[in-house]
């Protein structure tokens, strides 16, 4: 089951992009006592997408993209956000 944060990742992105595929990966267990743990359990995450909104633009847009689309979540409600981001047929 993901947790309050992760659902609020996957809702932001399917609303901002409509993606044809998204995982939101809770990376934070790999990373517990580690720097940026917070105890929450929500800490570090991978993102998985891939949306036609992504044709066209470069790895660094498509990761501004998505950071955008998440607000004040990277970086400051989560210390570790990789970002995977497709469009399809990649």
Same mark, same amino acid.
């Given at each position: 089951m993901n947790g309050p944060l992760a659902?609020?990742?996957?809702?932001?992105?399917?609303?901002?992009?409509?993606?044809?595929?998204?995982?939101?990966?809770?990376?934070?267990? +790999? +990373?517990?006592?580690h720097m940026g743990d917070d105890g929450t359990g929500e800490s570090h995450f991978t993102v998985e997408i891939e949306s036609a909104a992504f044709a066209g633009a470069s790895r660094l847009q498509r990761q501004r993209m998505v950071n955008a689309a998440l607000g004040d979540i990277p970086g400051q409600r989560v210390h570790a956000l990789a970002i995977k981001a497709r469009a399809p047929g990649e």
């Open positions: 659902q609020e990742i996957a809702k932001l992105l399917t609303a901002e992009f409509a993606p044809t595929s998204l995982e939101v990966i809770n990376d934070s267990g +790999h +990373h517990s006592g």
